[in-house]
């Protein structure tokens, strides 16, 4: 009997490494024809735009608030000038130069408490009453009247402040409201199925700018003599209704794709309607719906620019204001309109990467 002799098999090929920047590159530009052409187009386009920018953008720019150096350099270069003197007119709008140190103290609380609020180690219920004791910094601070503090009217708000205020305060106000317009929505009971009907088909059948003209102006026609509410709080019930129409649709949408069984177990282990929403429904309809959530709290943000028609001076409205009364500055409205976009891009950016890691939190969870 002969014994087989042994022959070794060819090698396999290494494993195709998936992690890194080149397996990047190449899997998301150059993984086929025309995703590598339409790479190759787009570095053509930015390597004939890119110098030209970066000459326009650094290299003849004047960073000095020197008003007879920007006219000079108008046309080649940027004139960041414009924002080193105007800045704290943009930031702080119209409140008084001397107490400015009051919207910076009240804005960067309210930061903090928005970034902690974010946080998982903060989601405990004391989180609540930290909210109630910032805002209620936040307005002593903004307003005065105490402690000593100078008042100041609301319409000498503006700028960042009032942005962040209408925005925090609409999206917290607003999702609370648009849960239960949902269940409403979804409500076996006649009476307040047509109610949030009607609220949501109206303020969707009208555009923001709509709604913030009939709380700023209609709204005080119907009120009794004498009596006044003030603007900036009828503008924040204004945003918070619109906000809280869209998100109302938006968690329907998720409680529409929960399986019926869902709702056949919690009535199998005996809990009632709101033990079984609480525990069961609602959490998994708002895991399931949070990219839309966080859309539209995105939207809030952005749109908060429409008070400014309202004569309430938000970021952009700070901005217009600073430049248009001053000649010497206002042929400089591209770099401030830039500085404005870098801005909201910071905190639009910034809510939409926390979207991704709650998405990733949640995918995680359903993996165990």
Known sequence: MVADSFQPIAPRPAPVRTEGLVPWIRSNLFGNVPSSVVTLLLLGAAAWWLPTLFDWAVVKAVWAANADACQNARGAGACWGVITEKHRLIIFGRYPFEQ????????????????????????????????????????????????????????RWGGLPLTIMLASLSIVCAFPLAVAVALGRRSKMPAIKTLCVVYVELIRGVPLISVLFMASFM????????????????????????????????????????????????????????????????????????????????????????????????????????????????????????FIALVYFIFCFSMSRYSLWIEKQLGRSKNR
């Not at 405990?124 to 910032?134: D, F, M, N």
């Not at 709080?233 to 998720?254: C, D, K, P, Q, S």
């Not at 204001?321 to 000649?327: I, R, T």
């Open 100 to 155: 400015q140190w009051r919207p910076e103290v009240a804005t960067l609380a309210l930061v903090a408490l928005l970034v902690a609020s974010c946080m998982r180690a903060f989601w405990k219920p004391w989180l609540v009453l930290l909210w109630v004791a910032v805002l209620a910094l936040f307005f002593s601070l903004m307003g005065g009247g105490v402690a000593g503090l100078e008042p100041v009217p609301t319409d």
């Open 219 to 338: 709204f005080p026609l119907f009120m009794p003599p004498g009596t006044s509410i003030d603007v900036l709080l009828r503008v924040l019930v204004g945003i918070t209704l619109f906000a809280a129409a869209y998100m109302a649709e938006i968690v329907r949408g998720g409680l529409q794709a929960i399986p019926k069984g869902q709702q056949e177990a919690a009535d199998t282990l005996g809990l009632g309607y709101w033990q079984a929403q609480r525990k069961i429904i609602l959490p998994q309809a708002l895991a399931l719906v949070v990219p839309g959530i966080m859309n539209n709290f995105i939207a809030i943000f952005k749109d908060t620019s429409l008070v400014t028609i309202v004569s309430l001076y938000e970021l952009t409205g700070a901005m217009g204001l600073a430049l248009n009364s001053d000649s010497d500055w206002r042929p400089f409205k591209i770099e401030a309109y830039l």
